[in-house]
Nanobody, 125 residues
Framework: QVQLVESGGGLVQTGSSLKLSCEAS????????LGWFRQAPGKERDFVAA????????FYADSVKDRFTISRDNAKNTVSLQMNSLKPDDTAVYYC??????????????????WGKGTLVIVSS
């Protein structure tokens, strides 16, 4: 079992930056891709970004490409999401996820076994 706990959410203004973190515990994450998803009120949970086990592969949703950066520290079992140039459309609950899959496979959001409980990001206009 893998437990994931997100942190770093909050209320920010348009154009601001925010960094989310997710700490994993439990079994080894060796081989696991880690990803971020988000769910806005009344909408489905959407893929945001994913990073491979060794960090050599990353993949982003078009909506966040060039604004968000995903990174991971396997020594600390953490994955982070640096979010810049935030927009009101980025308002959502952000979830961390883990699965043994490619980064593009993570984006498919199919059968992901481990999820965090989410952290809320609100971007005011």
């Amino acid at each position: 079992q893998v437990q994931l706990v997100e942190s770093g959410g909050g209320l920010v203004q348009t154009g601001s930056s925010l960094k989310l973190s997710c700490e994993a515990s439990g079994q080894s994450l060796a081989g696991y891709a880690l990803g971020w998803f988000r769910q806005a009120p009344g909408k489905e949970r959407d893929f945001v970004a994913a990073i491979s086990w060794l960090g050599s592969g990353v993949f982003y949703a078009d909506s966040v490409k060039d604004r968000f950066t995903i990174s991971r520290d396997n020594a600390k079992n953490t994955v982070s999401l640096q979010m810049n140039s935030l927009k009101p459309d980025d308002t959502a609950v952000y979830y961390c996820a883990a699965k043994i899959v490619t980064v593009r496979g993570m984006a498919a959001n199919d059968g992901i076994p481990y999820w965090g409980k989410g952290t809320l990001v609100i971007v005011s206009s």
